[in-house]
């Protein structure tokens, strides 16, 4: 079953620090991995889309690697705003699933002033 | 116009009412999609529409009936809803594309439905 999974499942960082998320899955082969930042009852906002052959991708203050041998995936946060407090999910697609994703359990990242 | 809309923002409905929940997009997306999102947990997948044709059913109960009246607009209509069902039900729409294209879902803010 291919699945993804995330860590730490919830995070508390001072505004300013830097953080990273972590994201592993076993969705093979895939076509992309997705980071999505969701505010608490909204809907998901996409940070960051890579295929495959990507190994970074950044988006202002977000920067995603991706790792295919591995399987694994990070989400680094630079000089934390408050406003980054959301729950961060980690998106898989898998090229034999047409458009169908897989969704981590998410980060619930806090940043206190 | 490159967003996705819900309404309404907020739903509060009892077991024996019949509500309807609206999605619209007009960025020419030809595949939308119907979650539900429970607090704390990812968006689980209900409903697939591609070209306005259901093309996934995630053995939703009946009582969610899912509509799809043009490209732009998906409808999810719900009868006899049980507490359980409260939840956050978000849509999506993603671009026509092959399975291997670089395809990615815009999510709509979502509607937070409250069953009494």
């Known amino acids: 079953k291919n699945q993804v999974e995330q860590s730490p499942q919830s995070l508390i960082i001072l505004e300013g620090k830097n953080c990273t998320l972590q994201c592993n899955y076993t969705v093979s082969p895939f076509s992309n991995l997705r980071w999505y930042k969701q505010d608490t009852g909204r809907g998901p906002v996409s940070l960051t889309i890579?295929?495959?052959?990507?190994n970074t991708k950044s988006n202002g203050r977000y920067t995603a690697t991706l790792d295919a041998d591995t399987k694994q995936s990070s989400l680094h946060i630079t000089a934390s705003q408050l406003s980054d407090s959301a729950s961060y999910i980690c998106?898989?697609?898998?090229?034999?699933?047409?458009?169908?994703?897989?969704f981590g359990g998410g980060t619930r990242l806090m940043v206190k002033p | 116009d490159t967003e996705v809309t819900q309404t309404p923002k907020h739903l509060v409905m009892g077991m024996t009412n019949k509500k309807s929940l609206k999605c619209e997009q007009h960025?020419?997306?030809?595949?939308m999609y119907w979650y539900k999102q429970k607090a704390k947990k990812p968006p689980e997948l209900m409903f697939v529409y591609s070209y306005e044709k259901l093309s996934i059913n995630e053995s939703v109960p009946s009582r969610f009936s899912p509509e799809c009246p043009n490209s732009s607009l998906l409808n999810l209509h719900l009868h006899a809803l049980q507490p359980e069902d409260s939840a956050l039900y978000l849509c999506?729409?993603?671009?026509?594309?092959?399975?291997?294209?670089?395809?990615?879902?815009?999510f709509g803010p979502g509607t937070r439905l409250t069953v009494l």
């Open positions: 999506a729409s993603s671009p026509p594309g092959g399975e291997s294209s670089y395809n990615e879902q815009f």
């Open positions: 960025m020419g997306h030809r595949a």
């Open positions: 998106v898989v697609s898998a090229p034999n699933a047409g458009n169908m994703l897989t």
């Open positions: 890579m295929t495959f052959s990507e």
